[in-house]
């Protein structure tokens, strides 16, 4: 947690799934030159004389060092070679706001935790609230999902009223709102459970979930809202997007991601995309 600008948010969580290794890199900075007995690397000198099996690619992408890439990365700069190293990271409880930074680094598979289909539980609460809660019921039920980076409950509780009041307004203005938010089969529970906030919320979390209901309310969430996430990145454009997102000139929120996506990162890959300091 961190105070900025007067408000404390949390930061995100970020784990490295996968990682292809560099020894394919290097393999294919060898191929280039023809120079595979060069290597310092046995299993790449092998590959001179044949092709490799199953065993040599375990050892090829289990290699943690090579000059050759070395030399590429910093003296030569031919980065193009560390496209072929790929890292995929699992990022919880960053931002929408950071989603949309992210966006812009072209070169990456990213995969996000989709609003069409996860509005649900907000949907039901607003939708039982009109059943004797009213909108204390609804900020209190939203306050215990936990989907915002700002980490003030006080804030978060504007944020929230903010959400039910242009929902309110948008049931205003729909002729039949519980069409577009309630399942067809769990219509029966706003007249068996009528008058009860508590007992119609449970009982539209336990049933079937409107299909795509985040397509007519997803006006009503903001930056605030975490977003998780899957991105890979080809080991070049990793680098490209450290030396943007880790610089001071980048959005605070942004900086804590990458900070956090560098700290999983295994130095051999790091080595080769991060200028080394003068010690």
Request: net charge negative.
């Amino acid at each position: 947690m961190e105070d900025v600008y007067g408000i404390k948010y949390t930061k995100p969580e970020v784990v490295l799934l996968q990682d292809t290794g560099i020894g394919v890199a290097e393999s294919a900075a060898r191929t280039c030159y023809d120079s595979f007995t060069n290597s310092e690397n046995d299993v790449i000198k092998n590959i001179e004389y044949t092709m490799p099996d199953e065993a040599m690619c375990d050892e090829i992408n289990a290699i943690d060092d090579s000059a050759l890439l070395d030399d590429l990365a910093w003296t030569y700069f031919h980065h193009s070679i560390l496209e072929h190293a790929n890292l995929s990271f699992l990022i919880r409880g960053t931002s929408r706001g950071v989603l949309q930074e992210h966006a812009r680094h072209r070169i990456q598979a990213i995969s996000v935790r989709s609003t069409r289909y996860t509005m649900s539980g907000l949907i039901n609460a607003f939708v039982a609230s009109h059943q004797g809660g009213g909108k204390d019921f609804f900020i209190n039920t939203v306050l215990t999902y936990d989907m915002f980076v700002v980490s003030d409950d006080a804030y978060n509780r504007l944020e929230i009223g903010a959400m039910y009041d242009k929902l309110a307004f948008q049931k205003q203005l729909v002729e039949d709102f519980y069409a577009i938010s309630v399942a067809k089969s769990s219509l029966p529970f706003l007249e068996e459970f009528a008058g009860d906030s508590a007992k119609l919320y449970e009982a539209l979390q336990g049933g079937k979930k409107k299909r795509n209901v985040g397509d007519a309310f997803k006006h009503i969430i903001s930056d605030n809202v975490k977003v998780d996430m899957v991105v890979t990145f080809n080991l070049r454009s990793l680098k490209n997007y450290f030396t943007l997102r880790d610089s001071g000139a980048a959005f605070f929120q942004i900086q804590w991601l990458a900070q956090a996506m560098m700290d999983v990162t295994p130095k051999k890959y790091l080595d080769l995309i991060i200028k080394k300091k003068n010690v």
